[in-house]
């Protein structure tokens, strides 16, 4: 893959021009170009930074990557698969940055990373992150950012004890995290210094405006998707449901103030609209947003679905798939067994 993937994208914002100090940034994804930038968290971060002309940022790809600043401040990763784990280790030695956070001085850049895997449990990554943002990227981003504006020219030490003061943000170079026994669970986790805070609390957005696709590409590996997030966070709570329980409160996005304009700027640049979300069938306005989607100028849109529950699968939306080139549905019935379902309170009545 050539860097002249990136001219062919077709960006659903604008870009600002950098100002002449800006911070220079790499935002990374540790695989290809193709799988990255089909990451909708990967997409919504990256133009959240591009947007800001305080920072300069490149991407980084696997298989590509744009002109990198040969000085970064900020090296910041969007991984959502435990499998592409590795990769930031390649990543990290082809920039020539150690793994460990401990070997990092102030001729490296701070290394950082949220999302749903930290977020979930940040242990497993911690010695290798010199920052982690625990929560949503609508509340954490643009903290970290500004608060690292403030001590940019400051020692790395002091940026550190600064940054563990906003709410959501984990440094794990500040605590000292005990365990039971060598394979056993966490015993404890202490600041190393009275300064640091003693328990971190999980951002949760709280908007009624979710995500959509920044970047729509024939090179994504849903060719040219527009991908909209309409809900976050499932109301079921199936035992083992990270998508659920790690998200929680349920929140539908509004349908007059951010899917109709989302879908509709989207479907300007493509007609295929994936729409994404824990649950999307159980939106309070599902059913409006299949009539929009019905609407005559959108008979050639082809229609992409998370996948659904299957009391909630209705003849209207099969009816709706069908006629927008979409001809499987996923269900997760998880268990043929009612007795099991109803032990990981999996409701999936027959
Ligand atoms: S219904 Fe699906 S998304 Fe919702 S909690 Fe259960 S497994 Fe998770």
Redesign the pocket.
Known sequence: MTASVFAAERLLFSPVASEADAVPVIFAFPNTYTVGITSLGYQIVWATLASRADLQVSRLFTDVQESLPSQPELLGFSFSWELDYGNIFTLLERLQIPLQATARTQQHPLVFRGGAVLTANPEPYADFFDVILLGDGEVLLSEFVTAYQGVRHSSRATQLSALAQVPGIYIPSLYNVAYASADGPISAITPLAATVPPQIAKQTYRGNRLSTSAVVTAQAAWENIFLVEVVRS?????R??L??YLTLPFRPASLEESLIPAIAQGLTVTNRLGLLG??ITQHPEFENLLDYLNQPQFDAVRLSLA?V?TNTVTPKLVQTLVEHGTHSITI?V?SGSERLRQII???APQ
């Open positions: 499932c109301p079921e709570m199936c083992f449901c998508a659920s824990a649950s996948s529950r997760a998880e309170n999996k409701n």
